[in-house]
């Protein structure tokens, strides 16, 4: 499994995952990991619930 991490903004994290998209990875999936509550999520919707609930 390929893992990817990004800062927001980079330009060159962005090359790279546009070259994953345009080779057909299936590994471009929203993940989260909060590591202070022991969380992690995989689902783009679920993700801004619980960033919602918690951190907003």
């Known amino acids: 499994m390929l893992e990817r991490?990004?800062?927001e903004g980079c330009p060159h994290g962005e090359t790279v995952r546009e070259t994953l998209t345009d080779l057909g990875s299936e590994d471009i999936i929203p993940?989260?990991?909060?590591?202070?509550?022991?969380?992690t999520l995989y689902e783009s919707?679920?993700?801004v619930d619980y960033l919602e609930e918690h951190y907003a």
């Open 31 to 39: 993940f989260l990991v909060d590591a202070d509550r022991e969380e």
């Open 45 to 47: 919707e679920d993700i």
């Open 5 to 7: 991490y990004q800062a």
